[in-house]
């Protein structure tokens, strides 16, 4: 249900014409997908010689009915569309089903309290069984809100569930502990670190079943954002920034689940890092987006101007676009498109031996001036 809220209103012909699709609405699951960066053409057929019916703004979603040589079959004004399928990201499924089922989790622990609150000092107001699943309302912390029955809610640990807190959790935990011993000594030894106190979290996009775009050599994009976002929490851990990342392996994770793991961990500033596809070939260039002029602009135009003064790439600018990682995000945040992995020369300067350390170290400084101004 909740995405229905992030669809831009023109374009809820889709769903209305899914209603006059049963045919097509029989299948379970469809692919739901984002619109990238650029103005995209909707096309009466799939193939760009075909006549455009239309066209889509970048953070458009829509549903895909069917896929051919590369194109994705949608549903525009009522009509059957077809957009380039490298142009979209693919951000979840969606089903007749997913549209009204509600999230649940399921209790893994024997007698796990029921408590009146998000943490273990709250009383406890009864115990649930193993092996049960409950309507999941929110998750603060490591404690998931659940509705226990007839309409009664209640708190119980996410360590009890099959649905833990994630990473974020427990990464925030041991980069603490990591962290004291560090800074006693550091205490002792040298004055503080640029980044000390603040707390980072980047996004590296996609993961698991969303490979994001693919690019020439068959490169995905969601293996490079995974690398490019190891060496930039490197770089900002040693410079003195408490780091967490959205995702540890390559998995899934939605991106509600990635604004939320921003918000429960009081991030400073959020980058989520992206690589960039078109179908033209000689497209190529590395754009930082933010979503909002208060909170994001002056994050995006530090970490930009640090970029691009010591990447080596057509410089494609700083712009305002409505993703919904930095739209639903409280924290500055900035989504970072660092080339086309679809352009030769893009690809081969982000498979080069220095461009992820050279990257690491321009977001680096660019939030040491960010937090210095
Ligand atoms: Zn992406």
């Known amino acids: 249900m909740r995405f229905i809220y992030y669809i831009v209103s023109s374009f809820v012909v889709i769903f209305v014409s899914m209603l006059f699709f049963p045919n097509e609405s029989q299948a379970d699951t469809r692919e739901l997908f984002e619109v990238g960066e650029t103005l995209l053409n909707v096309r009466s057929e799939p193939s760009d010689q075909a006549e ?49 089922e509600e999230e649940k989790i399921k209790v893994v622990t024997k007698n796990t309290h029921i408590r009146s609150g998000p943490g273990s000092s709250y009383s406890s107001i009864g115990t649930l069984p193993a092996g049960k699943s409950y309507r999941l309302i929110e998750t603060k912390g490591e404690w998931h809100q659940i509705e226990v029955n007839n309409g009664q809610n209640g708190w119980i640990a996410s360590w009890h569930t099959d649905t833990p807190a994630q990473e974020a959790t427990s990464a925030s935990v041991s980069a603490h502990t990591i962290k004291a011993p560090d800074q006693q000594t550091s205490s ?29 050599k068959n490169v995905y ?53 992206h690589y960039n596809a078109f179908p033209d070939s000689s497209v190529s260039g590395l754009n930082t987006f933010y979503y909002s002029k208060k909170n994001d602009l002056r994050l995006a135009e530090n970490v930009h101007t640090s970029l691009t003064a010591s990447i080596d790439m057509k410089d494609r600018g700083i712009l305002q676009k ?27 300067k ?24």
């Open 52 to 100: 455009i019916i239309g066209k889509l703004q970048a953070g458009d979603q829509l549903v895909a009915f069917e896929e051919k040589y590369g194109w994705i079959k949608t549903f525009y004004d009522g009509k059957e569309a077809w957009v380039a399928g490298h142009y979209l990201h693919n951000i979840g499924q969606v089903s007749e089903a997913k549209e009204t």
């Open 188 to 216: 002792i030894t040298s004055a503080t670190k640029p980044l000390d106190g603040y707390h980072i979290m980047l996004d590296p996009g996609h993961g698991g079943k969303d490979s994001g775009a693919m690019g020439l």
């Open 221 to 273: 994009e969601k293996n490079i954002t995974f690398t490019t976002a190891q060496k930039i929490a490197d770089k900002l851990r040693e410079a003195g920034a408490t780091v967490l990342t959205t995702r540890s392996k390559d998995t899934y994770i939605s991106l509600d689940r990635r604004v939320e793991l921003s918000h429960s961990n009081k991030t400073n500033a959020f980058i989520s890092i």
């Open 322 to 348: 409505n993703y919904r990682v930095l739209r639903t995000n409280h924290a500055p945040s900035i989504l970072l498109e660092l080339g086309f992995i679809t352009n030769p020369n893009d690809l081969a």
């Open 350 to 373: 982000i498979q080069s031996e220095s461009f992820e350390t050279n990257v690491a170290e321009a977001v680096t400084d660019g939030l040491k001036n960010y937090v210095q101004e």
